[in-house]
Nanobody, 115 residues
Framework: QVQLVESGGGLVQAGGSLRLSCAAS????????MAWYRQAPGKQRELVAR???????NYAGSVKGRFTISRDNAQNTVYLQMNSLKPEDTAVYYC?????????WGQGTQVTVSS
């Protein structure tokens, strides 16, 4: 059974930084897509950033220039470095691994940014 385990969330003041990590148990030949989503109270889950196996990245416009997604293929781990955090970044952040015939989600980690 594959599990994605997230860490790194917490409470931070506006302008601060946090680094999220998501590691997968189990073995994969490759993971075409690793991504971070977030869901704020009363809002739909939205894509924050995605990184493909060739290292191509996509970012939501609201985080571009502030967040950086990266991956360690050997460790089946994806990271999200979040800088210049804003109160509107407050949400539960979920990692997502997607490939041919499978999709896995992490349990979510809370990020709270105080003003």
């Amino acid at each position: 059974q594959v599990q994605l385990v997230e860490s790194g969330g917490g409470l931070v003041q506006a302008g601060g930084s946090l680094r999220l990590s998501c590691a997968a148990s189990g073995s994969f030949l490759s993971i075409p897509s690793m991504a971070w989503y977030r869901q704020a109270p009363g809002k739909q889950r939205e894509l924050v950033a995605r990184i493909f196996s060739g290292s191509t990245t996509n970012y939501a416009g609201s985080v571009k220039g502030r967040f950086t997604i990266s991956r360690d293929n050997a460790q089946n781990t994806v990271y999200l470095q979040m800088n210049s955090l804003k109160p509107e970044d407050t949400a539960v952040y979920y990692c997502n691994f997607y490939g041919l015939g499978y999709e896995f989600w992490g349990q979510g980690t809370q990020v709270t940014v105080s003003s």
